[in-house]
């Protein structure tokens, strides 16, 4: 969708907005299949908070394009509710993949400066 969004966008904005959403929106499912292929559920995590960054930053210049009348209002609604609707399936493979990891105690750590 950010590809059809950003072809009308103003040509002196090809090096700048245009590529920039673009490389946002186009990180979200690399990072994904970045870290699916290291085969490390931690690594997946970490992959997955890329991507989410790389979500947000799609969302905030899609806002951006708004903001500059680049794109109309029902265009930025139909974005953000899909960015809404990748945001939510990302967070919950999240969720369960982080109910897979097996959690570890909490230790008592005392400084060494409180420790007299």
Known sequence: ????LTRKFPRD???GLTIQFR???VSIPANIAEGFG????????QS???ANGSLEEGRYHAFLAYDLGYIEKPQFHA????????????????RSLQ???????ATSHRSPLTSR
Do not use: D, H
Not at 1 to 4: K, N, R, V
Not at 38 to 45: A, G, M
């Open 1 to 4: 969708m950010a590809y059809e």
């Open 38 to 45: 290291r085969r490390t559920t931690k690594e997946l995590l």
């Open 99 to 105: 109910a897979k990891i097996p959690r570890t105690p």
């Open 23 to 25: 490389r946002a929106v």
């Open 79 to 94: 974005f953000e509710n899909q960015c809404g609707s990748v945001a939510r399936l990302m967070g919950g493979l999240r």
């Open 13 to 15: 904005e090809r090096f």
């Open 48 to 50: 997955l908070a890329v």
